[in-house]
């Protein structure tokens, strides 16, 4: 009994007592303490204390349809009852995943090509690896096996996703593997030299990929990946015609681009993928989070029809491609997929992201004349405001708690959920907001802001 009466009661206790915190900042967490969801209403969460926060991270980037949204949970109940599961494996698949594949594909800018599942994001990018690896044995080369990514990207967490991304913490791990290499992130504010125009900095980035895949072997490199606006990075859209600069060399030396639209797809830069606001075709999509509207843990490789017809002679001559995961292709996650798709771009929600983009920006904008604000950026419904010390030198701010942990949590203290990433404070919220919702986003972080500062 007195053991009874030593244990944690509240949740926040319990939450802190017995779950391990991924992804979070332990310093930050003991300051501002843990926030425990019981459900959510349109684009807003609500915890046990019936407290609620509207959610400008859309969970994380993936609630674009709000946490309630009836059709899908209906998409989701009548596939459960109809079929709950299954693989896509040994010659057999779910009809929901034919017709998910198809609709990819329509909807792909590709003129055709093929789909492979997977459960997330960080395994669709693992595949995605493992396919380009298979595929050059396959030809010949099984030598071509380095994959080039950019500093700041984010493509996951497993130990070959987690070398793609080019974030310092994943050292804590021994990551990157050998064999991932990783070129400049083309973030003008942040990246360009002194005196740089932002079309030299293109430039100098593109030269540097040239003579990165000649130092290291054109022959030697599987693939390149690229987010179209990188994200967990802290919302980078890439430098005026960086795509438009790097594609000719990636061209020049065969060496396939990959467009990681986990977070960029099914409209949070107002177009259904990334890869069509910048204006470049690349030869495979990565999909996840918008893609089930976060309802189903699901994620997708789209190979466009070169890799596919080159990946079907591979497996043809090997006999088979030995890869997949237990709920590869899941019927249910396939259902709500479908359905997700069709309210992205049926029921107007990336048109509410293309109307609404504006006002966003002009809030944004307001709020970046303040002292402390060294840059707001962004497209559609992904944007960030960095924080420095000083703006005219952009220095950082530094100290233990870094100052967008202290925004992040003051603002959580008023109800609004924002992402602190670096210096920067991230707003993706759901492709539902309303402008009012919009409204009530900005006056709560400016709010936070006076706090702070
Ligand atoms: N790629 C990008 C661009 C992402 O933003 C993420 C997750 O945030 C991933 C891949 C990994 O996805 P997951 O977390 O589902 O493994």
Redesign the pocket.
Same mark, same amino acid.
């Given at each position: 009994e007195a053991d009874e009466m030593n244990k944690p009661q509240s949740w926040e206790a319990r939450a802190e007592t017995y779950s391990l915190y991924g992804f979070t900042d332990m310093p930050s967490l003991h300051q501002r303490g843990t926030v425990v969801v019981t459900h959510g209403e349109g684009p807003y969460i609500v915890d046990v204390n019936g407290r609620r926060y509207l959610d400008a991270n859309s969970g994380?980037? #993936?609630m674009v349809a709000g946490f309630d949204h009836k059709g899908l949970i209906d998409a989701a109940k009548a596939q459960y009852e109809r079929f709950p599961g299954y693989h896509a494996f040994f010659g057999r698949m779910s009809d929901q995943t034919v017709m998910l594949s198809e609709k990819l594909v329509e909807v792909s800018p590709f003129d055709s090509g093929r789909v492979f599942y997977t459960? /997330?994001?960080?395994?669709? #990018?693992d595949t995605m690896v493992k396919m380009l690896w298979f595929l050059h044995a396959a030809e010949g080369k099984p030598q071509k096996r380095k994959i080039l990514t950019r500093w700041n990207?984010?493509?996951? *967490? @497993?130990a070959v /996703?987690a070398s793609m @991304?080019g974030k310092p913490y994943n050292s804590v791990f021994g990551l990157p593997l050998p064999g991932f290499v990783h070129l400049t992130c083309p973030h003008y504010w942040r990246y360009g030299e002194e005196g740089e125009t932002e079309e030299q900095f293109v430039a100098r980035l593109a030269r540097e990929l040239e003579e990165t895949i000649q130092r290291e072997g054109a022959d030697t490199i599987a693939g390149f990946f690229a987010?179209p606006v990188?994200?967990?990075g802290g919302v980078i859209p890439p430098a005026k015609g960086y795509f438009q600069a790097i594609l000719p060399i990636l061209r020049k030396y065969d060496i396939p681009v990959i467009s990681?639209? *986990? $977070?960029?797809g099914f409209g949070r830069t107002g177009n259904t993928w990334g890869c069509v606001t910048y204006d470049f075709t690349p030869d495979a999509i $990565?999909s996840?989070?918008n893609l089930t509207a976060g309802f189903f843990?699901m994620?997708a490789v789209i190979l466009g029809p070169e890799l596919s017809k080159r990946l079907e002679t591979a497996i043809e001559a090997i006999e088979e491609f030995p890869h997949g995961f237990t709920a590869s292709g899941h019927p249910v996650g396939c259902a709500i997929a479908l359905k997700a798709i069709d309210v992205v771009m049926n029921e107007g929600l990336a048109e509410n992201v293309r109307r609404l983009a504006p006002r966003f920006e002009e809030r944004l904008k307001h709020i970046a004349e303040r002292p402390n604000i060294g840059e707001y950026r962004g497209i559609g419904f992904m944007w960030a405001l960095e924080a420095v010390k000083d703006k005219a030198s952009k220095t950082p701010f530094d100290g233990n708690l870094s100052v967008s942990e202290r925004i992040a949590n003051t603002c959580t203290d008023l109800g609004l959920i924002c992402r602190p990433l670096g210096q920067s404070v991230v707003l993706c919220p759901p492709f539902i907001l309303t402008e009012a919702q919009m409204d009530e986003m900005f006056d709560k972080l400016e709010k936070a802001l006076d706090k702070v500062f």
């Amino acid at each position: 009994e007195a053991d009874e009466m030593n244990k944690p009661q509240s949740w926040e206790a319990r939450a802190e007592t017995y779950s391990l915190y991924g992804f979070t900042d332990m310093p930050s967490l003991h300051q501002r303490g843990t926030v425990v969801v019981t459900h959510g209403e349109g684009p807003y969460i609500v915890d046990v204390n019936g407290r609620r926060y509207l959610d400008a991270n859309s969970g994380l980037w #993936n609630m674009v349809a709000g946490f309630d949204h009836k059709g899908l949970i209906d998409a989701a109940k009548a596939q459960y009852e109809r079929f709950p599961g299954y693989h896509a494996f040994f010659g057999r698949m779910s009809d929901q995943t034919v017709m998910l594949s198809e609709k990819l594909v329509e909807v792909s800018p590709f003129d055709s090509g093929r789909v492979f599942y997977t459960n /997330s994001g960080s395994e669709a #990018n693992d595949t995605m690896v493992k396919m380009l690896w298979f595929l050059h044995a396959a030809e010949g080369k099984p030598q071509k096996r380095k994959i080039l990514t950019r500093w700041n990207a984010y493509h996951g *967490v @497993t130990a070959v /996703s987690a070398s793609m @991304t080019g974030k310092p913490y994943n050292s804590v791990f021994g990551l990157p593997l050998p064999g991932f290499v990783h070129l400049t992130c083309p973030h003008y504010w942040r990246y360009g030299e002194e005196g740089e125009t932002e079309e030299q900095f293109v430039a100098r980035l593109a030269r540097e990929l040239e003579e990165t895949i000649q130092r290291e072997g054109a022959d030697t490199i599987a693939g390149f990946f690229a987010e179209p606006v990188m994200g967990a990075g802290g919302v980078i859209p890439p430098a005026k015609g960086y795509f438009q600069a790097i594609l000719p060399i990636l061209r020049k030396y065969d060496i396939p681009v990959i467009s990681d639209e *986990v $977070i960029c797809g099914f409209g949070r830069t107002g177009n259904t993928w990334g890869c069509v606001t910048y204006d470049f075709t690349p030869d495979a999509i $990565i999909s996840s989070k918008n893609l089930t509207a976060g309802f189903f843990p699901m994620g997708a490789v789209i190979l466009g029809p070169e890799l596919s017809k080159r990946l079907e002679t591979a497996i043809e001559a090997i006999e088979e491609f030995p890869h997949g995961f237990t709920a590869s292709g899941h019927p249910v996650g396939c259902a709500i997929a479908l359905k997700a798709i069709d309210v992205v771009m049926n029921e107007g929600l990336a048109e509410n992201v293309r109307r609404l983009a504006p006002r966003f920006e002009e809030r944004l904008k307001h709020i970046a004349e303040r002292p402390n604000i060294g840059e707001y950026r962004g497209i559609g419904f992904m944007w960030a405001l960095e924080a420095v010390k000083d703006k005219a030198s952009k220095t950082p701010f530094d100290g233990n708690l870094s100052v967008s942990e202290r925004i992040a949590n003051t603002c959580t203290d008023l109800g609004l959920i924002c992402r602190p990433l670096g210096q920067s404070v991230v707003l993706c919220p759901p492709f539902i907001l309303t402008e009012a919702q919009m409204d009530e986003m900005f006056d709560k972080l400016e709010k936070a802001l006076d706090k702070v500062f």
